[in-house]
């Protein structure tokens, strides 16, 4: 099975950035797509971020497109989610995951691993 450990999120202003990391326990981290997604209260999960084992294919959902960036390092088996140009609309839990796949993937219920997740709060 593979751990998945995210950083804590925290509380930005609006316009602000924010990176979100996720470290996974595993020795073949790179042959996992990896992905990101969140929800805020009262709304189901959705899909905000995706990348291919090998980082060659980035998928983002069209509201964070611009804004966020996908990344990962796979000598440190971590992931991470640098967020930009933040708005009160991206508060939510955030969730990272991992796909037994090397191809990224939009859908959640293509991934086999989640972490905890963690809160990131926007303020207007």
């Known amino acids: 099975q593979v751990q998945l450990v995210e950083s804590e999120g925290g509380l930005v202003q609006a316009g602000g950035s924010l990176r979100l990391s996720c470290v996974a326990s595993e020795r073949t981290f790179s042959t996992y797509a990896m992905g990101w997604f969140r929800q805020a209260p009262g709304k189901e999960r959705e899909f905000v971020a995706s990348?291919?084992?090998?980082?060659?294919?980035?998928l983002y959902a069209d509201s964070v497109k611009g804004r966020f960036a996908i990344s990962r390092d796979n000598a440190k088996n971590t992931l991470y989610l640098q967020m930009s140009g933040l708005k009160p609309d991206d508060t939510a839990v955030y969730h990272c995951?991992?796909?037994?796949?090397?191809?990224?993937?939009?859908?959640?219920?293509?991934?086999?691993?989640w972490g905890q997740g963690t809160q990131v709060t926007v303020s207007s």
């Open positions: 990348i291919s084992g090998r980082g060659v294919m980035r």
């Open positions: 995951a991992a796909r037994s796949s090397a191809l990224a993937s939009t859908r959640s219920y293509e991934y086999d691993y």
